[in-house]
């Protein structure tokens, strides 16, 4: 079973910073994808950031020059956030397209941890 592991969620006053970090475990293949997504209430999810086995990042314009999203080696993803906004505010979750052995490919997700960015 492949597991995503998300850390680092909390609250934040408005142009604090906190760093998110999501680790795969399992029997893993590859990860050609790992990224950054959230969800506030009462809206869809959404894309925050995205990086591609081989090091291309895409990140959502509304966090674009805040957040950034890096990898220290192929199954562990961080977001660094900085000057965080009150509309920052949902469930951040990890996500990662993993290629398991004799299975192929699928998206995985963590649980999502909170942000809440407030004075």
């Known amino acids: 079973q492949v597991h995503l592991v998300e850390s680092g969620g909390g609250l934040v006053q408005p142009g604090g910073s906190l760093r998110l970090s999501c680790a795969a475990s399992?029997?893993?293949?590859?990860?050609?994808?790992m990224g950054w997504y959230r969800q506030a209430p009462g809206k869809q999810r959404e894309l925050v950031a995205v990086?591609?086995?081989?090091?291309?990042t895409n990140t959502a314009d509304s966090v674009k020059g805040r957040f950034t999203i890096s990898r220290d080696n192929a199954r562990t993803v961080y977001l660094q956030m900085n000057s965080l906004k009150p509309e920052d505010t949902a469930v951040y979750y990890c996500?990662?397209?993993?290629?398991?052995?004799?299975?192929?490919?699928?998206?995985?997700w963590g649980q999502g941890t909170q942000v809440t960015v407030s004075s």
């Open positions: 996500n990662a397209f993993v290629i398991v052995p004799f299975r192929g490919g699928n998206d995985y």
């Open positions: 399992g029997t893993i293949h590859s990860i050609n994808a």
């Open positions: 990086v591609t086995s081989g090091g291309t």
